[in-house]
C-alpha cells in the first residue's frame, strides 16, 4: 500500500516529477522494448503497421487526446462532423431506408456518367427533394470507396452532384454541406480542387468553420503551406470558429489532432505576439504538443504559467499530468494527484487511471501499474475495453503472458468486447509462448466476433512465425488477409512473398 499524500497539483507538479519510485529495478525484468518498426533491409518489423510505428499498441495520442468544447447550453450541436462518422449505422444520426436507397441510386447514376449518358439529365427525371441528409449519404459513399483506381474521377462526380444539388428548388447549401465535398476533394488529394471550393465559400459569403480550416491543413503537406494557411484563417473574419473561444483555439486543436506540434509551437509564439490571451483550453494543447515533442522544461514552464495567471486545471491538465508521471515513473506523485483531483471534487475517471498505467506501463513498472488497476476498481470505477488492453499490453511486454490471459478472459466475462489491439497483444503474447495455433486461430476468431484486423495485427503474427522458421503457416496468413481483400498495397511489405 502507498501511502496517499496530498499537495495542489500546480505548484507541486515539478517536485512530483523527481519524486521516488512506488517499486524498485525489479519490476523491469523481461520487459520487451519496443522496435522502431523498420528493419535493416527496409522491411517492416511486427508493430509497423498500417498506424504507422508501435501501431499494434494503444497510441499516447488516443489516450491523451482532446476533444472540442461543447457549444454553449440552448445551442445545437454543430453537424459538420467528420464524414468517417456519418455512417448510416451511427446510432445519433438514423436515417430513413428511403433516403439510403435513394443515396445508393444516385451513386450508381454519377458512375454512369460519360459519353451518350448523361447523369444530371437521369437525376432530374428522379424528381428528388434534396436535404442536406441525403447530400450526406452521397458524398459518404464516396468517400468510403475512393481507391487508386476511382481517385482520379470520383472528386469530378461529387462536384456534379453537388452542383446539380445546389440549384434544386427549396436546397442550399451550408458550410458543412462544402465540408462535405472537402472531404472528397482531400480523401482523392485534390489540394487545388479543395482551395477552389474555399474561393466559392468565401465569395458566397458562407463561413468557414473549424472543420473546413482542419480539412485544409490536414490536405496541405508542406510545413510552409500549412503556416500560409494558418494565417490566412487568423486574419479571415467569415471565420466561424465556434465552439472555440478563439480562432487561434480552433486552428491549435486542428494541428493537435493532425500531430503538428512544432506548428502548435508557432501559432502559440504568434497568438502571445499579437496579444492573444491564453485559456486552458490553449495551455492544454501547447503543453501536451511540448510534451511530446519532448521539451519539458517547456512543459513545465507552462504548467508554471498557468497557476500563475489564476487557470484551474480541467480533466485534460490531469490526464495529461498523469500520464507524464507515469512514464517518467513516479507512481508516487501520481497518487498526490489522484488524492488532490479528489480533494477538489474531480473525481478520476477511468480514463485518468489508464493514462497512468499506461505511462507506468511505458516507463516498465509493472508493479505500480497492478497496484492502480486495483485501486480503480476499489474506488468502483470499473475498467473499460482500453484499460483492459494497457494492462495486458504491459503484462505481454514483461513476458507474464498467464496474467495477461488472465486479464483477457476478466474482460469477455465482464462483457467487455476486446478491439484490435487488444487482439494484437494477445496475439503477440500467445507466439512469444510459442502457442501460434493458438495465435492464428484468435486471427480468424477476431472476424468472427466483427472485429477487423488491421495491417499491425497482421504483420505481428508473419513476422512472429517467420522468426520462429514457420515461413508456410506466415504465407497461409498472407493468403488469409489477400482472400479477404485487405492490405493489398501493402503486400510489398512482406519481404519474400509472391502472389499466386
Known amino acids: 500500500m502507498i501511502p496517499g499524500a496530498r499537495a495542489p497539483p500546480l505548484r507541486a507538479a515539478r517536485l512530483f516529477l523527481h519524486s521516488r519510485r512506488l517499486c524498485g529495478d525489479h519490476s523491469r ?5 519496443r522496435s522502431t518498426g523498420q528493419q535493416g533491409d527496409g ?3 511486427e508493430r509497423a503497421g498500417d498506424g504507422g510505428l508501435d501501431a499494434g499498441t494503444v497510441s ?13 447550453p440552448g445551442q445545437p450541436e454543430s453537424d459538420d462532423d467528420d464524414a ?44 428528388l427533394r434534396v436535404t442536406n441528409k441525403l447530400v450526406t449519404e452521397v458524398m459518404f459513399r464516396f468517400v468510403v470507396s475512393v481507391d487508386s483506381v476511382n481517385r482520379e474521377r470520383y472528386p469530378r462526380l461529387a462536384y456534379k452532384f453537388f452542383l446539380w444539388a445546389g440549384q434544386q428548388e427549396g436546397y442550399h447549401h451550408s458550410t458543412s454541406m462544402y465540408n462535405r465535398v472537402l472531404k472528397v476533394f482531400a480523401q482523392c488529394g485534390e489540394v487545388k480542387a479543395m482551395w477552389g471550393l474555399l474561393e466559392e465559400m468565401t465569395e458566397k459569403g458562407l463561413p468557414v468553420s473549424a472543420r473546413t480550416v482542419h480539412l485544409l491543413i490536414c490536405t496541405c503537406g508542406q510545413a510552409g503551406l500549412r503556416r500560409r494557411l494558418v494565417e490566412r484563417f487568423i486574419k479571415s473574419s467569415s471565420f466561424n470558429y465556434r465552439p472555440f473561444r478563439t480562432s487561434l483555439n480552433a486552428i491549435l486543436h486542428t494541428l493537435l489532432t493532425i500531430k503538428q506540434y512544432s506548428l502548435i509551437e508557432w501559432v502559440h509564439q504568434k497568438m502571445l505576439t499579437d496579444g492573444y490571451t491564453p485559456d486552458v483550453l490553449t495551455y492544454n494543447v501547447v503543453m501536451r504538443a511540448k510534451y511530446l515533442l ?60 489508464t493514462n497512468l498505467i499506461d505511462g507506468l506501463s511505458r516507463a516498465g513498472n509493472l508493479e505500480a501499474c497492478k497496484y492502480f488497476f486495483g485501486e480503480m476498481v476499489k474506488k468502483g470505477c470499473e475498467p473499460d475495453t482500453v484499460c483492459y488492453t494497457v494492462m495486458i499490453t504491459g503484462y505481454v511486454a514483461a513476458a507474464e503472458f498467464e496474467e495477461a490471459q488472465k486479464l483477457f478472459d476478466d474482460m469477455l466475462v465482464r462483457g467487455k468486447l476486446p478491439n484490435v489491439y487488444t487482439y494484437n497483444s494477445m496475439i503477440r503474447g500467445l507466439c512469444i ?20 484486423p488491421n495491417f ?34 501493402l503486400l510489398s511489405r512482406f519481404g519474400g512473398y509472391r502472389r499466386c
Open 29 to 33: 525484468n523481461g520487459v520487451e522494448r
Open 43 to 45: 522491411s517492416i518489423d
Open 60 to 72: 499516447p495520442e488516443l489516450l491523451l487526446r482532446i476533444p472540442p468544447p461543447q457549444p454553449p
Open 84 to 127: 468517417e462518422n456519418l455512417s448510416s449505422a451511427s446510432g445519433s444520426r438514423r436515417i430513413p431506408r428511403e433516403e439510403l436507397r435513394l443515396a445508393d441510386r444516385i451513386l450508381r447514376i454519377l458512375l454512369q456518367d460519360g459519353p451518350g449518358f448523361s447523369a444530371r439529365h437521369a437525376l432530374d427525371e428522379m424528381n
Open 294 to 353: 519532448g521539451k519539458l522544461d517547456h512543459f513545465h514552464g507552462l504548467l508554471d504559467e498557468m497557476g500563475k495567471n489564476g487557470f484551474t486545471p480541467d480533466l485534460h491538465t490531469y490526464n495529461l499530468l498523469l500520464h507524464v508521471l507515469g512514464k517518467g515513473d513516479k507512481p508516487l506523485a501520481a497518487l498526490n494527484l489522484l488524492n488532490y483531483m479528489s480533494d477538489v471534487g474531480c473525481v478520476p475517471s477511468v480514463l485518468h487511471f
Open 433 to 452: 509462448v510459442g502457442e501460434f495455433d493458438k495465435a492464428c486461430y484468435m486471427l480468424k476468431d477476431m472476424d468472427l466476433h466483427g472485429c477487423t
Open 456 to 489: 499491425s495485427v497482421y504483420s505481428t503474427l508473419v513476422c512472429r512465425l517467420r522468426n520462429a522458421g514457420k515461413d508456410s503457416e506466415a504465407n497461409n496468413v498472407i493468403k488469409y488477409m489477400t482472400k479477404k481483400g485487405q492490405y493489398l498495397h
